[in-house]
């Protein structure tokens, strides 16, 4: 089995990138390889928790939640992520917090990287 | 114990966009990645401008003046200071009439590393030799 790491920067809400990354990331998952999931830009906004479900909008929480139940690693950048007013006290739990270097670590020891830009 | 070859290839322009200093940022992360990695293994990674990206090297951006942020420049210059290889596609300068003298230096800094301006062929092949590609 394989590894892939997946680099977010799209907002959860405003393309299809986030809902498509995340379904991927599932599907990998499902499949036994190891996955991670990096959240910088306007993803980093995304893993707020309380989110309420409006049949109208993207819903990140609870695909996001099953990932991390599923054994995904999911970091964001704390600088992308506070400067949208996401911190650790209302942030989904299991999301770890760190700074670029984590996601180049993990390239590292990929085999494959989907990066999916933002804006 | 191996080295991972990245390319970071910056296509956008600066000012409200992240991306381009996403971009910078990402690269420079190279100097802090060994905590997380195994004894030997290193990520060399190499920082490439094209298209409407070249505009983020101009010098005398007014960022902080206009908006309030720091500008591509200030973190260009901060790629120089840590010996990152950072590429600039001669075309796409041509294309867009800027000469050499008007791109980004980090000398004021203290800075050995230049900006390189290189064909765009150089990129091409900076792209082949990376064991993976980042776009931004």
Redesign the interface.
């Known amino acids: 089995m394989g590894t892939l790491t997946i680099g977010l920067f799209s907002a959860l809400v405003g393309s299809m990138n986030y809902d498509f990354a995340l379904k991927l990331a599932e599907a990998a998952v499902d499949k036994g390889h190891k996955v991670n999931l990096w959240f910088s830009s306007n993803a980093a906004g995304s893993p707020l928790k309380g989110q309420k479900h409006l049949k109208d909008y993207s819903h990140g929480e609870t695909p996001l939640r099953k990932l991390i139940e599923k054994g995904v690693e999911v970091c964001t950048c704390e600088a992308c992520s506070l400067a949208r007013g996401v911190n650790k006290t209302n942030a989904i739990e299991g999301v770890q917090w760190s700074a670029m270097h984590w996601y180049l670590a993990k390239i590292h020891g990929s085999d494959r990287v989907l990066h999916i830009g933002g804006e | 114990m191996?080295d991972?070859k990245?390319a970071f290839i910056v296509s956008?322009p600066p000012y409200k966009?992240?991306?381009p200093k996403?971009g910078a940022?990402?690269a420079?992360?190279?100097q802090?990645?060994e905590?997380?990695?195994e004894e030997g293994?290193t990520?060399t990674?190499v920082l490439c401008y094209v298209g409407d990206g070249v505009l983020n090297c101009l010098k005398g951006q007014k960022a902080m003046d206009i908006y309030g942020i720091t500008s591509t420049e200030t973190h260009l210059k901060n790629c120089l200071l840590v010996d990152l290889d950072v590429y600039v596609c001669k075309e796409d300068l041509e294309n867009f009439g800027i000469q050499e003298d008007q791109i980004v230096d980090a000398e004021d800094m203290g800075a050995e590393k230049k900006l390189q301006v290189v064909p765009f062929e150089t990129i091409k092949k900076t792209v082949e030799e990376a064991k993976?590609?980042?776009?931004?």
């Open positions: 191996a991972v990245l956008k966009s992240e991306v996403l940022t990402h420079m992360a190279y802090t990645v905590i997380l990695l293994d990520v990674p993976h590609v980042l776009y931004f």
